[in-house]
């Protein structure tokens, strides 16, 4: 029964290397979120998405992009990975519609830069 | 702007303690939500509770309870007779009706409950 998919749920990457972390939901959901937390700072939002091919920045942007090119599909995509991007990198989704009635999150990708 | 402060960084308690989770927000906006998220050791964010502004009912659900205060701008979560199972990062989070339409969460309170 599940809903977000983050393809992993560790990763040791090197500095300076691209790094692809990938989301999948299946509900059909419009709205996609990154969020980073870190302890302390609680969730931050990186970028989101209400529609295929569509993008916002979050608070905390730099260092990052994101591609969703199908509905079901949000990547957030480290350019050139470095120590301070090591994290815990949650994925989220919601439906677009009047209300909000909160999100359902992917399981989580620790990331870990050396 | 929005800001949501959870101040208290980590509480303990011995089990069958009540323990109240404090939680305080900003916003300028008069129609917006508020929620809980528990964050168990397994890392999944799990949804506790919805509150929209308009509705400033306390919610009793088993053990958990939430009281919602506009005057002080606050929505504090309280346990009663806590249990080791408890034990989890609790998350306060703000969502508005208008602007930017995303979760903006407080920094987390982390709950040790002892045997």
């Known amino acids: 029964d599940v809903k977000v998919t983050q393809s992993s749920r560790y990763l040791v990457k090197r500095t300076g290397e691209k790094v692809f972390l990938e989301c999948v939901q299946d509900?059909?959901?419009?709205?996609m979120f990154w969020y980073r937390q870190d302890p302390g700072l609680g969730l931050r939002l990186i970028y989101f998405?209400?529609?295929?091919?569509?993008?916002e920045k979050g608070d905390i942007p730099e260092g990052y992009s994101v591609s969703r090119e199908k509905k079901e599909r949000f990547s957030l995509i480290l350019e050139s990975a470095s120590t301070n991007q090591t994290s815990m990198y949650l994925c989220?989704?919601?439906?677009?519609?009047?209300?909000?009635?909160?999100?359902?999150f992917g399981s989580g990708t620790r990331l870990t830069v050396v | 702007a929005q800001k949501v402060t959870q101040a208290q960084t980590e509480i303990s308690v011995v089990e069958k303690e009540d323990v109240t989770l404090d939680c305080v927000y900003e916003?300028?906006?008069?129609?917006?939500?508020l929620f809980w998220y528990k964050q168990p050791p397994s890392g999944e964010l799990v949804f506790l509770i919805r509150?929209?502004?308009?509705?400033?009912q306390n919610e009793i659900s088993g053990r958990y309870s939430w009281n919602f205060q506009k005057s002080t701008s606050s929505f504090n979560f309280t346990i009663t007779a806590s249990q080791v199972v408890d034990s989890a990062v609790y998350f306060c989070?703000?969502?508005?009706?208008?602007?930017?339409?995303?979760?903006?969460f407080g920094s987390g309170t982390r709950l040790q409950v002892q045997p």
């Open positions: 989220a989704s919601s439906p677009h519609h009047r209300g909000f009635y909160g999100y359902t």
């Open positions: 509900m059909d959901h419009e709205n």
């Open positions: 998405s209400y529609d295929v091919k569509m993008k």
């Open positions: 916003t300028r906006d008069t129609t917006y939500y």
């Open positions: 509150r929209n502004s308009f509705d400033e």
């Open positions: 989070a703000l969502f508005m009706d208008t602007g930017r339409r995303a979760l903006t």
